[in-house]
């Protein structure tokens, strides 16, 4: 399915690829496009048959070169506020990929530039192509990345970041992964195959488990341990029919039947 906007999603065994699909644009974010990725995160939070995500872009030049400033210079030259963030009626797309509940992998086919860039630090795993490159250059163009500026200094060191905000240069690849931005780096031929292969790995597992794990990080990552380990949040696995299943599955050396209840 391709919306009009540029998005392709497609589910297979529980896991949804999600594709920018402008490579003639670099798959910058139009207004469209984020109204369609805010819509379809939405529906993979609510529905019971994804188990994992995966988000990248078409074509081997661009992730996402970030929004789409054509657009933006069009909405300058008009009336009304200009662009600001966390501010509207409209979910923010960079924070509805974050609170999804499902587990998320970028991957990072090419460029991933300011809001290129935030979108797949919104996502928990990152592969990146070994050409990819990664920044945030919005100090060049007067703009203020409101969400990479706090992801970005919670994922590489505080020095890292201030560097990399400041001057708006962007990392490649090796680099990337030499300061944890991304997981691993992997030949560009090989990306799509690889992530979907993880993908279906983490879909292979427990979900409420899976889903557990992301809210308890998600909510507890910043607070005392005293206080994380009381936190609750997410399903209970422990009370769970899945439980039962994988400590018989287990027992009886076969497969586990995962329900998701």
């Not at 030499?178 to 691993?184: A, E, H, M, P, T």
């Not at 949040?233 to 287990?250: K, L, Q």
Request: contains cysteine; glycine residues 12%; proline residues 5%.
């Amino acid at each position: 399915m391709r919306t009009e906007h540029g998005l392709v999603v497609a589910v297979a065994d529980r896991v949804a690829t999600v594709t920018l699909d402008r490579p003639e644009r670099l798959n910058a974010l139009s207004t469209g496009l984020q109204a369609d990725l805010v819509r379809a995160f939405d529906r993979f939070d609510a529905d019971d048959d994804v188990w994992a995500v995966v988000l990248t872009g078409a074509g081997r030049k661009a992730f996402s070169a970030g929004v789409d400033l054509k657009e933006v210079r069009e909405n300058d030259t008009g009336p009304g506020p200009g662009l600001r963030p966390m501010a509207g009626f409209s979910r923010n797309v960079f924070e509805t990929v974050l609170e999804c509940g499902k587990p998320t992998i970028a991957a990072i086919n090419g460029w991933a530039m300011g809001g290129g860039c935030e979108l797949a630090l919104a996502c928990d795993i990152r592969l990146a192509a070994d050409h990819a490159r990664i920044g945030l250059p919005e100090a060049k163009r007067g703009m203020g990345a409101n969400f990479g500026v706090h992801l970005l200094s919670r994922i590489v060191p505080r020095g890292i970041a201030y560097e990399l905000l400041y001057t708006g240069d962007d990392l490649g690849a090796a680099d990337a992964e030499r300061w944890g931005l991304v997981n691993r780096v992997v030949p560009g031929a090989e990306l799509a195959a690889e992530a979907d292969a993880l993908a279906r790995r983490i879909a292979g597992n427990a979900p409420l488990t899976v889903r557990r794990y992301k809210a308890a990080i998600g909510r507890g990552g910043e607070l005392p341990l005293s206080s994380a380990l009381r936190l609750g949040v997410g399903p209970d696995p422990y009370t769970s029919e899945d439980r039962v299943e994988g400590v018989a599955a287990f027992v009886e050396k076969r497969a586990p039947v995962w329900k998701a209840r």
